[in-house]
Nanobody, 124 residues
Framework: QVQLVESGGGLVQAGGSLRLSCAAS????????MGWFRQAPGKEREFVAA????????DYADSVKGRFTISRDNAKNTVYLQMNSLKPEDTAVYYC?????????????????WGQGTQVTVSS
């Protein structure tokens, strides 16, 4: 079993920045992609960003391109999401997810393990 623990969420003013972290523990896989998703109240969970095992391939939702950056440190089994120029519409619970495979995907069904989420609130 794999455990994913997110941290770094909080309350920030519009235009501010936050960095989310997600640490993986438990059973490890030789290669896995990681992703970030978010879910706002009353809305479905949506894709935010994903990164391949090597870090050489990334993908972003159009709504966050140019503002968010996903990265990973495989030695620490940790993935990060740097969020800049935050907007009130970025307010959501952010989840990290692990995919048993090296290919980057953008759908929730493509991931096998999920964290509990961390709240990000952006005030106007």
């Amino acid at each position: 079993q794999v455990q994913l623990v997110e941290s770094g969420g909080g309350l920030v003013q519009a235009g501010g920045s936050l960095r989310l972290s997600c640490a993986a523990s438990g059973r490890t896989f030789s290669n896995y992609a990681m992703g970030w998703f978010r879910q706002a109240p009353g809305k479905e969970r949506e894709f935010v960003a994903a990164i391949s095992w090597s870090g050489g391939s990334t993908d972003y939702a159009d709504s966050v391109k140019g503002r968010f950056t996903i990265s990973r440190d495989n030695a620490k089994n940790t993935v990060y999401l740097q969020m800049n120029s935050l907007k009130p519409e970025d307010t959501a619970v952010y989840y990290c997810a692990l995919r048993r495979g090296i290919v980057v995907v953008t759908t929730t069904g493509g991931y096998h393990y999920w964290g509990q989420g961390t709240q990000v609130t952006v005030s106007s």
